[in-house]
């Protein structure tokens, strides 16, 4: 008897020992060689995560006193957040966009911002702020965007025979190509997402003189609105007329794959795209005729948590990772923020990138529904439901009733 | 002091879960339990709102009982199906033929792929206008179904996509059936039963305390399903595959609403548990134990 | 046991049957590891990659500190395997071969921590850990499996159960206590159950990555799997990269698998039931 206690007891002493030995450092908020450290979380994905960390290592070495510590969580980054968060103890700094769903969690900038003189914020694009900040109060120091722009396959536009896209190229412009090329190919013109991210398709409502709500929140009169139903309808028809493909996913991988000759995305695919060598070009979103076209604006921000320990370090890494030599290293995998930079780098002359700054000039002064509406992940499900019900080809739900119905909710 | 030892003995033998229980478990559990009776938006100061969160679920809330549904009906199919692909395999596995050693490798494989790879593969292959299945069902000049987009055949497809990881259970009831002496089935060979008659009056009987096992396990694990469904459908087309496990899992980190998800979690909780009383109530009538032979029939454990 | 020729040719075809279905999503999965990824994504789908690109997996295993990682998961997954064994193999001898007082209760208790979605326990736990300081440690990956987990134990049980009574009480009568009997008599027969829990929580803890997301914060705590989910993004996913450490990430539990599986044979024919 006593011997099976003192083997148990042995067992689980080894068990203790190996485990002590094999995990080694704890979470304070001081490193080992009286450093502070700086907890950085970041959502980007293998090699881009490798750029990230040269130039956290650039900054640790030019700094006796910090040391920030790269993580990475990729897709899961909100889990990790929202598990840090919930136990108060969320990493220092932390990539940002869905800032209603986490500012009160967050450290309003205002004041730090303010310390650094009149014009450290005049030369981040001004649109940039709002997209930042919640009820006036500055949450997020701009580091990326990416607005929307529209992309095509040169290659199927030469073999249907039709122009490629013009300075002022209107949504009936591009159902007219998209039935030649979907007639002339064996690829589709066009092609949206069967379920986009209410988000993101706003911007098709603005560009029609309408939005999702009015400035209250209120939805009624306004998704349900003419001009609405106007832009709900005519993706609707493009999906019937089988002049454009709806797809399970963001579209990306039917464009690459030549599938289809036209689709609207963020900024996000041009690496791949420049991979496989395709030849395609950028534009501005089709506008309605009347007026510009407007684009969302998807920005990502840094922003520091409310309880972290080492506010001064974090804000002296923010102001780090958001100048101007972090906006250079960073080109290619953001477009960078910051007006000296775009000049000097000479942005704007390339036809790649060049679109998704128009498109920000003329996006100005939108806010979208996410900003006014207080619970707007459940608007933006069942918004997002709805949609599905006009897309999906297996309902293609009556577009003024889904709409009127939606307006309700 | 022997007789007293002897009335520890068994408490010492569970004491290593017992611990384990009183650390790591129990309190989380709580923790959630008195949650549900809160709202709590992860980052301001969580509010007592008492039955509010289950009143909400019961009476306002229409998608708790469509998901619910939804998550039913994939644990009926489910469970049972896979059960019968897990067990069949094994029994083939277990033959005296040939190559079966590569065969259990095969089928045992798929299980061991990370959950993101497998869901990345098989929306390929089920991508209703791009995938490779309906490309090849059309070299045959059969149009495919619509899987990911028409709502009556993506539960279909996270079925099929799901039963791939079936090795596991597999594996369990095959570890089983190799237990069983072959001096059984020689037996009863000389006596002439057919292999169908000896699987169902041998194999089955013998393994029926592994049939439970996976049983309450699987109804269990088709509950909590989360990954596969979130990475290949997303619970679409139309929330036709929005599961409940997806369900609690998007309230909880998606709407941030940690009270409310805390309280369909435990909604969940009792309606596995009633389900698995009811497993275990019954399964006196058909799971045979033979640690309790003939002397010992008195009381029969769950 | 013998087989008629057309039993073994129906058997041979039904095998066949699954091991397409088992088998094709795998191999495409292989074959696409070694395209670049815009042929991986081509339609019409091509099976056989035009080039094979063996440096897909170089690439891949450079693109982040797999390394590491590799030495984190294998530190877990034996230390955590060695745990479950000994600690599940302990309580489910307790629970299927004693009558003692509350034992149904505690054992309706163990079963239902399985029921409770870990979305929910998920914050609580982490507060736990980070109140014992074990926050970008390995150790909340490790520690708990040495105190047992309910599905394992439950698993150990039914086994346990399926031994005949008169099994221990000839050692008994030999003057053997209750631990000697469990080390002596039910290790040596149970065997094939404690390598199959081996098997089966290999599996789990090699593949699991919301334990190491929750868990650890810096690079060089990081398992595979967390590496793994980490060439999917919100925007895009790194997929050919993804592919090969996953076909990679494969080979240790099949080659453990192949190993064992030996045993799970040899080691029956004893007569347990």
């Given amino acids: 008897m006593k011997k099976k206690i003192a083997i148990s007891c042995i067992a689980l002493m080894c068990a203790s020992m190996v485990l002590s030995a094999c995990a080694s450092g704890g979470n304070s908020s001081e ?11 970041s959502w980007d994905v293998a090699e ?10 650039k900054f640790n070495e030019s700094h006796d006193d910090i040391e920030v510590v790269l993580e990475a969580y990729g897709r899961d980054f909100d889990t990790k957040i929202s598990a840090g968060m919930g136990s108060k103890d969320a990493p220092d700094l932390m990539y940002m966009w869905n800032y209603p769903a986490y500012y009160e969690g967050l450290e309003p900038l205002d004041s730090y911002i303010e310390k650094e003189g009149e014009d450290f914020k005049k030369n981040y694009y001004s649109a940039l702020w709002d997209y930042n900040s919640i009820e006036g109060n500055i949450y997020g120091m701009p580091v990326g965007f990416t607005t929307h722009a529209l992309f095509y396959n040169k290659d199927l536009f030469e073999e249907a025979g039709v122009d490629l896209p013009g300075e002022n190229f209107t949504w009936d412009d591009l159902r007219a190509t998209a039935k030649t090329i979907s007639e002339k190919t064996n690829a589709k013109g066009f092609a949206f997402q069967m379920k986009p991210d209410p988000y993101d398709f706003e911007m098709y409502l603005w560009s029609n003189g309408t939005a999702y709500c009015d400035g209250k929140g209120d939805m009624k009169g306004k998704i349900d609105s003419e001009g609405s139903q106007e832009v709900f309808k005519m993706f609707q028809d493009m999906a019937k007329e089988e002049i454009a493909a709806v797809t399970e996913g963001n579209g990306t991988d ?20 420049n991979e496989d060598n395709m030849n395609y070009g950028i534009t501005k979103l089709p506008n309605f005729g009347s007026k510009p076209s407007v684009s969302i604006l998807s920005s990502s921000g840094i922003a520091m948590s409310k309880d972290s320990k080492n506010k001064d370090a974090a804000w002296e890494f923010m102001k780090y990772w958001t100048g101007e030599e972090a906006n250079k290293a960073r080109i290619g995998l953001e477009l960078p923020v910051l007006e000296t930079v775009i000049e000097s780098e000479k942005i704007m002359d390339d036809s790649t990138y060049a679109p998704f700054y128009e498109m920000l000039k003329q996006s100005a002064g939108y806010t979208p529904a996410s900003f006014i509406q207080k619970n707007w992940s459940e608007v933006s499900e069942n918004l997002s439901l709805s949609f599905e019900e006009m897309f999906n080809p297996s309902t293609y739900r009556d577009v003024k009733e889904t709409l009127e119905q939606a307006a309700q909710q | 002091m022997q007789k007293s030892i002897k009335k520890i003995t068994p408490y010492l033998f569970i004491l290593p879960w017992i611990i384990g229980f009183l650390v790591f478990t129990l309190g989380p ?16 100061k969580p509010q007592f709102v008492g039955f509010g969160n289950y009143i909400e679920m019961f009476t306002r809330d229409k998608q708790f009982s469509k998901s619910l549904i939804i998550s039913l009906k994939y644990a009926a199919v489910f469970v049972p199906l896979n059960m019968a ?7 083939l596995i277990a033959q005296p033929v040939k190559h079966t050693k590569i065969f259990r490798t095969i089928f045992y494989i798929p299980s061991v792929i ?33 899987w990911l987009v028409d709502p009556g055949y993506a539960i279909l497809a996270v079925i099929i996509a799901s039963a791939f990881g079936v090795g596991s259970m597999m594996l369990i009831f095959y570890t089983d059936i190799k237990g069983i002496p072959s001096t059984l089935y020689e037996a009863a060979s000389l006596d002439g039963a057919s292999s169908f008659r000896q ?8 393994i029926t305390p592994t049939l439970l096992f996976n049983l309450i396990t699987s109804i269990i694990s088709s509950f909590q399903q989360v990954t596969l469904v979130m990475l290949l459908t997303g619970g679409g087309p139309l929330k036709s595959t929005y599961f409940y496990g997806l369900y609690t899992y998007n309230n909880a980190f998606k709407h941030h609403k940690l009270g409310y998800a805390s309280a369909n979690a435990w909604v969940m909780f009792v309606i596995i548990l009633i389900l698995t009383m009811l497993v275990f109530k019954t399964s006196s009538s058909w799971v045979f134990y033979q640690s309790e032979n003939a002397k010992n029939k008195k009381r029969r454990k769950p | 046991m013998h087989l008629s020729k057309k039993t073994k040719f129906i058997i041979y075809f039904i ?13 495409y999965m292989v074959f696409s590891a070694f395209k670049t990824e815009a042929e991986a994504i081509a339609y019409p789908p091509k099976f056989l990659p035009s080039k094979w690109h063996f440096e897909n997996f170089i690439n891949a295993w450079n693109s982040q500190p797999f390394g590491t990682y590799l030495f984190n998961s294998v530190l877990v997954t034996v230390l955590t395997t060695l745990g479950q064994v000994i600690s599940c193999s302990l309580v489910a001898y307790g629970f299927a071969r004693f009558e003692f007082k509350g034992r149904d209760i505690l054992f309706m208790i163990l079963m239902a921590t399985m029921m409770i979605p870990w979305d929910v326990t998920m914050i609580p736990q982490y507060m736990e850990i980070n109140m014992f300081g074990w926050i970008n440690t390995l150790k909340p990956l490790i520690v708990p499996a040495w105190f047992g987990s309910a599905y394992y134990i439950f698993l150990m049980r039914q086994f346990l159960l399926s031994v005949p009574k008169d099994f221990e009480e000839a050692a008994r009568i030999d003057g053997a206590n209750a631990f000697q009997i469990y080390l002596k008599v039910f290790m040596p027969i149970l065997k094939p159950s404690l390598i199959l829990v081996a098997v089966l929580n290999m599996i789990t803890v090699w593949n699991d990555y919301l334990g190491p997301l929750i868990f650890l914060q810096e690079r060089n705590k990081y398992t595979l799997a967390l590496g793994l989910a980490a060439f999917k993004g919100v925007h895009s996913t790194k997929i050919i990269p993804m592919l090969c450490i996953t076909i990679i990430m494969i080979i240790p539990p099949v080659l453990t698998f192949i190993f064992s599986g030996k045993h799970i044979v040899e080691s029956t024919g004893g007569g347990v039931k």
């Fill in chain 1, 254 to 273: 039917e464009f690459r794959a030549g599938q289809v000759a036209m689709y609207i995305y963020g900024s996000w695919s041009i690496n791949s795209l």
């Fill in chain 1, 48 to 57: 881009d995560i490798d750029k990230q960390q040269i130039l956290v290592d």
């Fill in chain 3, 15 to 27: 095998l066949i049957l699954f091991t397409i279905y088992f088998t094709a999503p795998f191999i």
């Fill in chain 2, 199 to 206: 699987f169902f009056s041998i194999t089955l009987p013998l």
């Fill in chain 2, 29 to 44: 559990l709580i923790f959630s339990l008195i949650m549900s009776f809160y709202n709590w938006s992860l980052t301001g």
């Fill in chain 1, 31 to 41: 490193s080992k060689n009286g450093k502070v450290k700086v907890r950085f979380a």
């Fill in chain 2, 85 to 91: 692909i897990a067990l069949f395999l094994a029994m």
């Fill in chain 2, 114 to 146: 990370s959950g993101v790879a497998v869901s990345i593969i098989w929306s390929w292959i089920l991508n209703s206008d791009y995938g490779i299945l309906n490309y090849l069902l059309s070299l045959l000049g059969i149009k495919g179904p619509k």
